[in-house]
């Protein structure tokens, strides 16, 4: 097992790390920017290390600082998180090259499923079931053209190297084809230094439906089942929920297969996260996340599995002691992801925080680095906390939710709850009628 762990993040992930390391007697170093001194992650953790101002391609980005700080506190891992590094083949890459186990799969399996026509490619070729659409790259808007006229439209154009929602345009006829493409490009290489685009089917109303895999180094991948996300504004959730109300037990456990399938095919040997788009009884393969999700703690919820220690433990090499027979989901859990924004305009809200007050009682978990007095800045994402319900059912998990957000009081900065609290009294919310569509209709 590692003796002491570096993680390379910050805000809630950050002490989510810390307390996975504490249960397993592993000693911690956070990293932080200048900004960040009172940060939460900072106070618990063993040692802490400045590596830079605030901008986070000063600090949080900065792979010399990063590796530099592991040698200085001479740690034998490195815990990526979520966002910043956690999907960077290079980082993973100079990490191995300086002798520090990065957590997380190889930079080759990084590489490939973080290229996103080639990972479509790879898992076609497993038979895991994709979205007809171009096979890799398309180079011109006039081979676009031609496939999606073959296909018929709406299609989409996706970054080859996307994340976070950029790049994307839908396509509703060819007449709007050239100006996609010049656009979508022109996203992508300003947000991903690459431009390459692909095309695919687009979907009117799908469900975005994902399924957590644990790997270990010694040739075990199970699922921990599925978590539905599609309550997304501009292709960023914000509620999340497990088991997703729109399967049977018979096709939760096919997707689960599908799932193992394909990350048995690039020889997955950590936790990873296979989305999916479902529409009409079918599932896609959308793309592969390497890394640890936002979202975790609702499946932890269903497993009683601690992922993140699952995760460690899967990169010092141990092998896994669970086996998909024993799996068995136990209730429901919901997330619904607090955000430090205006909750009609979804303008970002930062600032300092006067009052923090979080729910507690039967079934609540709060993910937070946020208290009274701590300042959000405006140099990073504008989730404060995550506030996660477990009950026997999805109606127990609503009820739950809305008492919990109720009772969740932050003063100083604007966050999102009342948004929260708006959905969980929509019917179609209630009743399950869930699709990506769902807050562009709810905001209309
Ligand atoms: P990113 O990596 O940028 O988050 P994804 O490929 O994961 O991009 O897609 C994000 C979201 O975009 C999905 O959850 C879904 O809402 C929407 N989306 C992506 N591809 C399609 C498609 N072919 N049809 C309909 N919606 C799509």
């Given amino acids: 097992m590692f003796r002491k762990i570096l993680i390379a993040n910050r805000g809630e992930i950050a002490l989510r790390i810390i307390w996975a390391c504490k249960e397993l007697g592993i000693k911690t170093v956070a990293v932080h920017s200048d900004v960040d001194i009172d940060s939460l992650h900072v106070r618990f953790a063993d040692e802490n290390i400045c590596i ?44 191995e090259a300086c002798n520090i186990a990065f957590i997380g799969p190889s930079p080759q399996t990084i590489a490939l499923m973080g290229n996103k026509a080639e990972a479509k490619r790879t898992m076609k070729a497993a038979r895991v079931p994709v979205l007809p659409g171009s096979d890799g790259p398309v180079p011109t808007a006039a081979e676009a053209k031609a496939l999606a006229a073959g296909m018929g439209y709406p299609v989409i154009l996706k970054a080859s190297a996307g994340g976070g929602g950029k790049g994307m345009r839908v396509v509703r006829s060819e007449g709007e084809l050239d100006t996609a493409f ?23 109303e799908p469900r975005h439906i994902e399924v957590q895999i644990l790997g270990d180094k010694h040739g075990n991948i199970i699922h921990l089942f599925e978590r539905e996300c599609s309550i997304q504004r501009r292709h960023q959730k914000l509620i999340e929920e497990a088991p997703s109300p729109a399967l049977s037990a018979m096709q939760r456990s096919e997707l689960g297969h599908t799932a193992v399938k394909g990350a048995a095919a690039v020889n997955y040997f950590t936790a990873g996260t296979m989305e999916f788009l479902y529409d009409k ?164």
Avoid: W
Avoid at 189 to 204: M, P, Q, V, W
């Fill in 182 to 204: 010049q656009m979508a490009g022109a996203e992508a290489t300003s947000a991903f230094g690459n431009g390459d685009l692909y095309l695919e089917k687009y979907l009117e």
């Fill in 281 to 444: 009884g079918k599932f896609y393969f959308m793309e592969m996340n390497t890394r640890i999700q936002v979202e975790h703690p609702v499946t932890e919820n269903i497993t009683n599995i601690d992922l993140v220690k699952a995760q460690i433990m899967a990169a010092a090499g141990e092998k896994m002691t669970y086996r998909q027979k024993d799996l068995k989901i136990a209730g429901h859990s919901m997330e619904c992801r607090i955000n430090a924004e205006d909750p009609i305009r979804f303008t970002p809200s930062p600032g300092k925080i006067t009052t923090f007050s979080i729910p507690g009682g039967p079934g609540v978990r709060v993910d937070t680095a946020a208290y009274a007095g701590y300042f959000v800045s405006p140099h990073y994402d504008s989730l404060i906390a995550k506030l996660i319900v477990r009950g026997h059912t999805r109606a127990d998990c609503i009820m739950r939710m809305k008492r919990s957000l109720e009772s969740f009081v932050v003063e100083g900065i604007k966050t999102n709850i009342p948004m929260h609290l708006r959905i969980m009294d929509d019917e179609d919310f209630k009743a399950g009628n869930l699709s990506t569509k769902f807050m562009e209709r709810y905001q209309a």
């Fill in 52 to 95: 830079g101002p605030a901008p986070s391609r000063d600090s949080y980005l900065k792979i010399t600082n990063l590796i530099a700080a592991a040698e200085i506190s001479n740690a034998d891992a490195i815990h990526p998180g979520y966002g910043f590094l956690s999907e960077s083949a290079e980082f993973a890459q100079v990490c």
